[in-house]
């Protein structure tokens, strides 16, 4: 049973007065060709379109933008496109995540400011998931998340490629001289075949496959590939969907609650997910209020009990998001997940995620497996604290070499990414396999904006020794395509004065992951006293979108978000006014 009616509908407070306000609301609209036929009684529906030329994950959304408007019609409802910030991970620099709160700050403003009664949002490529459904939680208009989907497999002379995975890993064939400047541009060209996003469990994966698991997507909405016909009518149906959504009042305060956020996060570490994961959702969370905050002792809660069971790169040795699909997709996962997961969440669908998973099977139980033959015992994360990391660090032990799970070497310090990038190559360059490379200054504001720089090459001297994995540590992000012994999103980061500014080159430094813990091997009085020597560096940005950045990002255990736009910083925005 509907609870809105055509007169409480938000739109109708710029059409149905008869008022000189609303008239020239209603002439406009008719300037763009449309009548009272097309919004009269109905609910107007916001497509935000995150396409741009050089949006190389959203190539397709020129047309699906199309299909969702389709949907919308077919329903009853009056579709309107909004363009929004297209953020391009491989291509925008220093990095998206700079800018994931500008998309946030975009989204919930479009919504706020128009006549819109409710959106589908449309992304996929890492930020835009979080940075879309940031805002529209921040809005709170009913919503649906339409994923773009990953694109096909990879293929190079019949070897299956994961985009990114197999990057790391042909750049440093290339760099020991395995293979010839031909074959490597042969694997680019080979790598990325179609429209979508990253198909290795990467963050677009991840993100997508966390917006399923809070309730934001259609069932099974995050794992249909880019091209498959199959994601041309899931958008349609986003289209229909989200009209009945707002006849329903079904907004996210009326939806989520924090079962919501819990389930993602088992989610997320059954889907041996990208360590992005962490920051964003704690975001997320956040953003739907206190009763949903998620922290990081969430995640390492979950991690002890909840095993990797998607055998997908860079997790997985072998399979990539189209088996996925094949094998059942994210329904499938999350039935096998039953008992982990509270069914009783509710989900854009109008339906419990329990009342979703009805019926979904596996049908590959290699790529989707049992929870009693794992690839990983437990989950995909862990958070370590320690003196190096007061509030915490990040590692994805499922995809990094065992013996650096419990291990002690010395620090080999790096204060900037040029310095680290000159040494890396340099053969005589005095490093083992036993030492802990230490990136810092690359951080939420010492970045700027935490860039993926978190996976640093190995040495080329231990390269063309066969090294494959080291211990590395940073105050940086990695994509979550890269695999190996990565200790991330160190907090407080050095720019700001965490003890990761401290670490000297041959200081020891001992990782303990089953213990969840990160030590440096200095007294807390030499620490104070290399304290009293340490001096800021200069500021990063003086103006701008930068500069307010700066003012306002929070560290990466909180998400990462502008303090200003958090839940809690103040009042709920309300309407605008129409004079």
């Known amino acids: 049973m509907a609870h809105k009616t055509p007169e409480s509908l938000r739109s109708a407070r710029w059409f149905a007065p008869d008022d000189l306000r609303s008239f020239g609301h209603r002439s406009r609209a008719m300037q763009l060709g449309y009548g009272p036929e097309d919004w009269v009684g109905k609910p107007v529906v916001a497509i935000i379109n995150t396409w741009s030329d050089i949006g190389t994950c959203h190539g397709h959304f020129k047309q699906r933008v199309e299909d969702v408007k389709r949907g919308v019609l077919q329903a009853g409802g009056f579709p309107l496109e909004l363009p929004a910030l297209s953020l391009s991970e491989s291509l925008v620099k220093p990095t998206t995540m700079l800018y994931r709160n500008m998309l946030a700050m975009e989204t919930e403003e479009l919504l706020r400011s128009h006549p819109i009664d409710g959106a589908v949002l449309m992304g996929g490529c890492d930020k835009t998931t979080p940075g879309l459904i940031l805002g529209a939680l921040s809005a709170g208009l009913p919503f649906i998340y339409m994923p773009a989907g990953p694109m096909l497999s990879g293929n190079w002379k019949g070897q299956v490629l994961g985009s990114g995975s197999d990057t790391w890993k042909y750049w440093d064939d290339r760099r020991a001289g395995k293979i010839t400047t031909k074959q490597w541009i042969e694997v680019e060209g080979s790598i990325a075949r179609s429209h979508g996003h990253c198909m290795t469990m990467g963050t677009a994966s991840t993100m997508t496959g966390i917006a399923e698991a809070c309730g934001f997507t259609l069932p099974g909405a995050s794992s249909i590939p880019a091209v498959d016909s199959n994601h041309i009518r899931m958008a349609a149906e986003c289209g229909r969907r989200v009209v009945d959504m707002v006849w329903e009042d079904l907004t996210p305060a009326s939806m989520l609650s924090r079962a919501s956020f819990e389930n993602a996060i088992t989610v997320a570490m059954a889907m041996g997910c990208s360590t992005n994961a962490i920051i964003h959702l704690v975001a997320m969370s956040r953003r739907a209020g206190a009763n949903c905050a998620i922290g990081l002792e969430d995640f390492d809660k979950a991690s002890r009990t909840v095993p990797v069971i998607a055998n997908i790169r860079p997790s997985g040795s072998t399979y990539l998001m189209e088996d996925f ?188 992951v089953p213990g969840r813990r990160i030590h440096l091997e200095v007294s807390d009085e030499v620490l104070a006293k290399r304290r009293a020597g340490w001096s800021p560096l200069p500021k990063r940005f003086e103006r701008g979108y930068g500069w307010m950045f700066s003012r306002h990002i929070m560290q990466a255990d909180q998400g990462c978000d502008f303090d200003f736009l958090e839940t809690s910083f103040g009042a709920p925005v309300g309407e605008p006014d129409i004079y």
């Open 325 to 512: 699909y094949y094998a059942g997709g994210m329904r499938a996962m999350m039935g096998v997940l039953k008992d982990h997961l509270q069914l009783d969440a509710l989900t854009v669908s109008g339906k419990t995620l329990g009342e979703n998973l009805q019926g979904a099977e596996v049908y590959n139980a290699d790529v989707i497996r049992p929870l009693d033959n794992p690839i990983y015992a437990e989950g995909a994360l862990a958070v370590l604290r320690g003196n190096l990391a007061p509030d915490g660090c990040v590692i994805k032990p499922s995809a990094c070499a065992p013996q650096y799970l419990q291990h002690t070497g010395p620090a080999l310090v790096f204060d900037d990414y040029p310095s680290m990038k000159a040494a890396i190559d340099d053969e005589d360059l005095d490093v083992t396999a036993d030492h802990i490379l230490v990136l810092r200054n690359c951080g939420p504001q010492g970045g700027p904006g935490m860039p993926e720089w978190g996976m640093l090459p190995i040495p080329l001297k231990l390269v063309k020794q066969g090294v494959k994995d080291m211990l590395r540590i940073s105050d940086a992000r990695m994509s979550g395509t890269s695999y190996g012994a990565c200790i991330l999103h160190v907090a407080p980061e050095a720019y700001i004065g965490g003890n990761l500014a401290l670490v000297k080159t041959g200081d020891m430094i001992t990782v303990d």
